[in-house]
């Protein structure tokens, strides 16, 4: 998808996520959104497209480092109870609990055992959280082979993406049959009706980013709340201009002709 289309698309989108987190925040609401996917697939662009026109204090980027020393004794969904929304919140888990399905297995970070108490416990974990009033959206971003390595190499080759280029990333990409798998037996036991999975195409990141986003919107009440009125007082004199005393000012960034 051309860039021109997709911003004229998506435009319309931000206004409809601004009224939705201000219906959030007058109804007291939680929004919790898990992005997951295979590395490339688009998680963090999709939560910049989401998350770009919303005050920051309210829609909060959740993306947690590997668990410390001490994180790793404690009961395995502790560590993501702290980042759940409060009232009037929406939080973008980008990876979460389900990193222990997929990477964690795969990699071998986790042992049978432990991925099968997983399997065995997201589903009431999650019944919990459904069952206090938050709204949980679990997003799987869909990419074939191809299109990871087309994505693979550009990170590589550029340096304003190389950062995104961890050694995780690099040793996984071996294992793409075996993240097939992982991820088929975590829809079948984490797939529910309280808290069901929604896949997504993102061999075209532009194109899923709006497929999702429409989604997301469509799955929520379409309840308008009208924009705050805001007292706009009267300047009553000539627009000042800025006094900086003794300091001063740097150059003016050269612009070209």
Known sequence: MKRKLYNSLLEPLEHELVRMA??????????CVLLEGRDTAGKGG????????????????????????????????????????????????????????????VMGFADERQVANFLRNAPVFEKLLVDDGIRLFKYWLSADQEHQEERFAERREDPLKRWKLSPIDVASRTKFAEYTVAREKMFAATHTEHAPWTVVDY???????????????????????????????????????????????????????
């Open 22 to 31: 201000r219906w959030a925040k007058a109804n007291g609401e939680r929004i």
């Open 46 to 105: 999709t939560i910049k497209a989401i998350s770009a026109r919303l005050n920051p204090r309210q829609c909060r980027v959740v993306a947690l480092p590997k668990p410390s020393d001490v994180e790793r004794t404690q009961w395995y969904f502790q560590r993501y109870v702290p980042h759940l929304p409060a009232a009037g919140e929406i939080v973008l888990f980008d990876r979460s609990w389900y990193n222990r399905a997929g990477v964690e297995k």
């Open 203 to 257: 061999n075209d990141q532009r194109h899923g980013r709006l497929t999702l986003i429409r989604n997301l919107l469509d799955r929520l009440p379409d309840t308008h709340v009208p924009d705050e009125e805001l007292a706009w007082p009267e300047l009553g004199h000539e627009p000042l201009g800025e006094e900086h005393g003794q300091l001063h000012p740097i150059a003016p960034f050269p612009l070209e002709d």
